[in-house]
């Protein structure tokens, strides 16, 4: 049993020990320059030092950057409310609101810039109970604070960078390379074959791999100007192939209605799909950047029969020679601006969900404290402020808390155990860095595993917080637990708050992107501007493909919410085509009237869902009513009345997922 051998265990699990022994150098490094520094609480450096090491550079140098930028903000706040305010009731309402505002704002952003407001909310309600607890050293608390994140940031980095591997971005660009090959090759399929057998699943298989590259992108860009600006032309890419998907919806039932006796043998339709399937070998290849000019061949000729189709290839196109631009290298950005917007969701009924909930706890567990006076109140609204803001981001809190609690509880225990046990007259700094190292080290060493990783990563920060090493401890034993199980009871109530206060998990997240996603589609039935149906346009595909990565990861069956994203941008393709045909001024009265009311009816789905797919159907079928074959405008006409139809066929189809009736996540 070669697994078992201890030999083979330790060369496979030597990387993680590797990275472990230098978080734990890092630990033990920061504590020992804040205590030298003569620091207030220096084990906050320590805490850093674990928190902002990351698996690449540029993660490690944008974290620690948006981490200061945070603490800064949220320890004057901190100092600035306790100053002026002495009542424990008062200090409770302004700290609510201040976590609430933080709260609110942090979950509208992404990334790391929500990271910073996230961690002002909680620094400003630690900086205030540690100040409420000690008056007379208030400021060297503030202060402190921030310089232990300092030192924890230098010297991490001093430890770690070096062998901290730089993303360069390559993997993805390769990666965005090959699913515009696979775009290329499914489109081919479905000019061959129409949308039959297997391509559903293919066209669900490339929205899925978009959403994962775009959700990536944030993580590659981190600490790299250079790539911040090629990522937004991945995402202008991104946001073509989403149109591509969509005009390949409209285009499979505009070929369904051609495959007709007289049309079947249209060569057009084979010479175009073998010069896609060509393209897409190409790009599935080294030889991706050299078929660009075969795209834009492709794009010309399929301008001649699918307008749309090709003025999205040639969108894709320019996309491409964009963000393959010295791909090797990286070395420079490409010039310009993206093709394509791509405007990010704001969730502003989640934000403001999220604001209330933090308010609501902050205020219920502040007032008990400020109430019955009990002296470890300031404890439990400290953990409780960062399990209510740092995490009210995240797609199902509940359950990360979940582990987190487990993790406090146990890291809170060992703490205590130490403290009694091994450090209870221990005073020389060096003798309390050799005691509580290997405990970090097995935190360090399990935070390298998937399955702990979330757990023994609040176990280590618990431990270090009770342990207080730097510190010269001077309270009960008993006083101590009592102040450990506090915190755990913090851990335990934002628990609760996430799972039944104001409750938040992935079938929520998933039903509000859908409802926006509905509106969407309403605003865009109404909006009489190119720029404002562009914007609207480039805000649905990022709720796309937010709903598809979420559905993904928490839906069992979330190839139908796949299916009904696809469905949905090819709507809003529908939309835009009918717009277009009112601006061109080459319709009837009637059939202008007849969209304008069909429109009208499509601004209230919310309304109407139920029947959206009969509305369009039967404003289709009016339209074909009226046509006059031979008259000046019939072509017009009829590719407007096809349009709808073709909307009705999507509504009828997997567009239903947009009631939430598929997003039953686990909660």
């Not at 209870?424 to 360090?444: E, N, R, S």
Request: proline share 3%.
């Amino acid at each position: 049993m070669r697994h078992h051998n201890p030999g083979h265990l330790l060369r496979r699990e030597w990387p993680r020990i590797v990275l472990a022994g230098r978080g734990t150098i890092a630990a033990i490094a920061a504590l020992a320059v804040a205590v030298l520094l003569k620091l207030e609480n220096p084990y906050w450096a320590a805490m850093t030092a674990l928190i902002v090491i990351q698996p690449t550079r540029g993660l490690l140098f944008e974290k620690s950057f948006y981490r200061l930028v945070g603490t800064v903000i949220g320890s004057v706040a901190g100092l600035l409310l306790l100053l002026h305010t002495k009542s424990p009731i008062v200090l409770t309402i302004a700290l609510s609101l201040w976590v609430a505002a933080c709260v609110g704002i942090g979950n509208l952003l992404y990334g790391l810039r929500s990271y910073a407001f996230l961690l002002a909310a909680c620094t400003g309600v630690v900086i205030a109970m540690s100040g409420y607890q000690n008056p007379p050293h208030l400021y060297d608390i503030a202060f402190g604070r921030i310089a232990c994140i300092i030192v924890g940031i230098i010297v991490a980095t001093a430890v770690t960078a070096l062998f901290t591997p730089r993303h360069s971005g390559d993997e993805l660009v390769d990666r965005l390379g090959r699913i515009t090959g696979e775009a290329a090759a499914w489109l081919a399929l479905l000019l061959r074959q129409g949308r039959k057998g297997n391509l559903v699943r293919r066209e669900q298989d490339i929205l899925v791999e978009i959403a994962e590259i775009e959700s990536l992108l944030d993580d590659a860009a981190a600490g790299s100007s250079r790539f911040k600006q090629r990522r937004r032309h991945a995402q202008s890419l991104i946001a073509s192939l989403l149109s591509l998907l969509a005009v390949g919806r409209l285009a499979g039932e505009q070929l369904a209605r051609q495959d007709e006796p007289d049309l079947r043998h249209g060569q057009w339709r084979v010479l175009l799909a073998r010069h896609l399937q060509e393209a897409a070998d190409r790009l599935a290849s080294s030889s991706a950047i050299e078929c660009t000019a075969q795209m834009t061949a492709i794009a010309a000729e399929a301008q001649a029969h699918l307008p749309l189709l090709g003025d999205t290839l040639a969108g894709i196109v320019a996309s491409l020679q964009s963000v393959l631009a010295d791909r090797s290298t990286l070395a420079e950005a490409p010039g310009g601006q993206p093709l394509n917007r791509f405007v990010h969701h704001r969730d502003w009924r989640e934000a403001r969900r999220a604001a209330i909930r933090a308010m609501l706890v902050i205020a219920a567990v502040g007032a008990t404290w400020a109430l019955t006076g009990w002296t470890k109140g300031p404890l439990m609204l400290m953990a409780i402020s960062i399990m209510i803001s740092i995490f009210s981001n995240k797609e199902h809190p509940a359950g990360l808390v979940g582990k987190i609690f487990i993790g406090a509880a146990i890291g809170s225990a060992i703490a205590v155990f130490c403290r009694i046990v091994l450090l209870p007259a221990v005073t020389d700094p060096l003798t309390v860095g050799a005691i509580i190292a290997p405990f970090i080290l097995i935190g360090v060493f399990a935070m390298q595993q998937r399955r702990t990783a979330v757990t023994a990563t609040d176990a280590t920060l618990f431990f270090i917080f009770v342990t207080q090493p730097g510190v010269a401890v001077s309270v009960a034993p008993i006083d101590l637990a009592i102040g450990a199980v506090a915190m755990v009871m913090g851990v335990a109530s934002a628990w609760a708050a996430y799972r039944y206060l104001v409750p938040i998990n992935p079938a929520i997240r998933m039903r509000s992107l859908l409802v926006a996603i509905s509106r969407d589609i309403e605003r865009l039935a109404i909006v009489d501007s190119n720029a404002g149906m562009g914007k609207l346009r480039a805000r649905l595909n990022h709720r796309v493909i937010r709903l598809v990565a979420m559905a993904t990861r928490y839906d069992a069956d979330h190839l139908t919410v796949v299916a009904g994203g696809v469905a949905a941008l090819a709507v809003a393709g529908s939309i835009q085509r009918l717009r277009e045909a009112l601006d061109s001024g080459n319709l009837s009265p009637v059939a202008v009237e007849i969209i304008r009311e069909t429109l009208s009816r499509l601004s209230d789905l919310t309304k109407h869902r139920g029947n959206a797919a009969q509305v369009l159907e039967s404003a289709a079928n009016t339209l074909y009513g009226v046509l006059e074959q031979g008259s000046e405008r019939y072509n017009q006409s009829r590719a407007v009345a096809d349009t709808m139809r073709d909307a009705a066929n999507l509504f009828n189809g997997s567009a239903l997922s947009w009631t939430g009736r598929r997003a039953q996540c686990p909660t």
